[in-house]
């Protein structure tokens, strides 16, 4: 039986911008040429003609956040402690096993940027795709904004997850879900529109702090979820393992046996 892979990560590129102001991330290359000297310094009397093209090696800096680029938020990135007063875990804190099983995404496709998702809706999808939630399966949630990756647009696109619809997921045992959105919840320009309108501060994050309630790390950033199936494929999504941080890049992975 033949396996393909999806990629489901989109290219931390200084070329793309997938992030609003404040974000901003940097890659510098250094050239096989340029690392020359590094290696003269290592070697007393080395020659560069002696070494295969005259090269070195090549090399990037990176400058980055830990929510840039496809990556898994921890619980620490949404409060300091849970609601029991217990400090909240950060994602090199978090159990291995969660971040690998089986994958199931929700189609939201056509609904409007900026709308809550409710649980009825995940039902719906859930009745109609044929599929009952087991614990630890790997919720995926394919938004209008996975058509706009690289567009200026991105960040404002797609549909969100608030406090109900999480609290929906994890009730069932979901400790991983992911959005190929710019965030969990709806992107900022809406929820700013309805802060401006409300003055509810609890509006502001609400998907993100409902692990405050009950744990959970959501995927942010995801792509080519419209390639995948509805069930039937395999996520792998482990983080990077940063001490002491609010989240950590993935290389999320789909696998499916075909």
């Known amino acids: 039986m033949a396996r393909r892979f999806i990629d489901l990560s989109i290219p931390i590129?200084?070329?793309?911008?997938?992030?609003?102001?404040?974000y901003e991330l940097s890659i510098d290359y250094v050239s096989h040429h340029e690392t020359l000297k590094i290696l003269h310094q290592?070697?007393?009397?080395?020659d560069a003609n002696?070494?295969?093209?005259?090269?070195?090696f090549a090399l990037e800096h990176v400058r980055l956040s830990t929510h840039n680029g496809t990556h898994v938020d921890a619980p620490w990135h949404y409060a300091s402690t849970m609601n029991d007063g217990t400090p909240s875990r950060t994602i090199d804190e978090m159990p291995l096993h969660w971040f690998f099983g089986p994958g199931v995404k929700l189609d939201f496709r056509h609904l409007a940027d900026g709308h809550v998702?409710?649980?009825?809706e995940i039902d719906a999808e859930l009745h109609r795709i044929g599929h009952t939630l087991h614990p630890f399966?790997?919720?995926?949630?394919?938004?209008?904004?996975?058509?706009?990756?690289g567009a200026p647009d991105y960040?404002?696109?797609?549909?969100?997850?608030?406090?109900?619809?999480?609290?929906?997921?994890?009730?069932?045992?979901?400790?991983?879900?992911?959005?190929?959105?710019?965030?969990?919840?709806?992107?900022?320009k809406f929820m700013a529109q309805r802060f401006a309108a409300t003055a509810d501060a609890s509006?502001?994050?609400?998907?993100?702090k409902a692990g405050r309630e009950r744990e959970y790390c959501n995927i942010e950033k995801l792509h080519n979820l419209a390639q995948l199936p509805a069930t039937g494929f395999t996520v792998s999504c482990f983080p990077v393992k940063i001490e002491g941080a609010s989240g950590?890049?993935?290389r999320a992975v789909a696998m499916l046996d075909e």
């Open 248 to 250: 950590g890049w993935t």
């Open 203 to 208: 509006i502001i994050w609400e998907g993100h």
């Open 117 to 120: 998702v409710q649980p009825h």
């Open 50 to 56: 002696d070494l295969p093209g005259a090269e070195g």
């Open 155 to 188: 960040v404002q696109r797609g549909c969100g997850m608030g406090r109900a619809a999480t609290l929906h997921l994890t009730s069932m045992g979901i400790r991983v879900a992911g959005t190929d959105a710019w965030g969990w919840d709806v992107p900022v």
């Open 13 to 22: 590129s200084n070329k793309i911008a997938a992030d609003p102001p404040g």
């Open 137 to 149: 399966d790997i919720v995926l949630i394919n938004t209008s904004a996975g058509a706009h990756f």
């Open 42 to 46: 290592r070697y007393d009397g080395l």
